[in-house]
């Protein structure tokens, strides 16, 4: 089974300011990944994919994440955070050949005006 | 409907209570999937439907969980005689289809807040 760990438990930034979300995952063979964002009193929804291809995943709202394998990362970034990205984001992933998927504990971000 | 629709959102009970929580898929998806997010952890796989089959159910947590589906759409998850550390929110999505070469996304519903009292 995989684990997902994601490094901080709470960011806080000013707006303009970079961000980038760790993720590591547990498991060796080939994987998809995902991360989640949950926006204040909204439902969870996919922020970007990755399943195979470019390693560089562009998501919606200017986030993209590398998928390192050899570091079983797969990383969040954004160049220059909106208030409007205050949210909590979860990193996830899946053997393909299941349906499941396994979550990070989550980042919750908080965006400073 | 336009989303997974979760009912209700919020549930307070007491403890030995049983409860029931509903999940209406996306209209023509036949994955349905139950998760759990306790306070400050990430999400729990609990059960995974296929139609109205659920080859796996591997992620409940005892024999007081259960979950059914019917004409491969609604599902409910019940929950006999309730316990405290059964509180958390009760999260329900669903796919077009499951597993496979091509990832079908899981669409999340809303939620339902269950605390035990």
């Known amino acids: 089974a995989q684990s997902v760990s994601q490094h901080n438990h709470h960011v806080i930034l000013s707006e303009a300011a970079s961000l980038e979300l760790g993720c590591n995952y547990s498991y060796g063979g080939t994987v998809n990944l995902f991360w989640y964002v949950q926006y204040p009193g909204q439902h969870l929804q996919l922020l970007l994919k990755?399943?195979?291809?470019?390693?560089l995943v562009k998501g919606i709202k200017g986030f993209e994440a590398e998928f390192i394998k050899s570091k079983f990362s797969f990383n969040l970034r954004k160049p220059s955070v909106q208030w409007s990205d205050t949210a909590e984001y979860f990193c996830a992933v899946n053997d393909p050949n299941d349906y499941k998927l396994s979550f990070g504990a989550g980042t919750t971000v908080t965006v400073r005006a | 409907g336009a989303g997974v629709s979760q009912s209700p959102s919020n549930k307070v009970t007491e403890k030995g209570k049983d409860v029931e929580l509903r999940c209406d898929p996306i209209s023509g998806h036949t994955a349905l999937y139950w998760y759990r997010q306790s306070l400050g952890q990430g999400l729990e796989f609990l059960i995974y439907?296929?139609?109205?089959?659920?080859?796996?159910k591997s992620g409940l947590p005892s024999d007081r969980f259960s979950a059914e589906r019917t004409g491969g759409s609604v599902s409910t998850l019940t929950i006999q005689r309730t316990q405290q550390e059964d509180s958390a929110v009760y999260l329900c999505a669903s796919s077009r289809t499951s597993g496979g070469s091509s990832y079908n996304e899981q669409f999340f519903g809303p939620g339902t807040r269950l605390t035990v009292l």
């Open positions: 439907f296929q139609g109205n089959s659920a080859p796996d």
């Open positions: 990755y399943f195979s291809g470019d390693p």
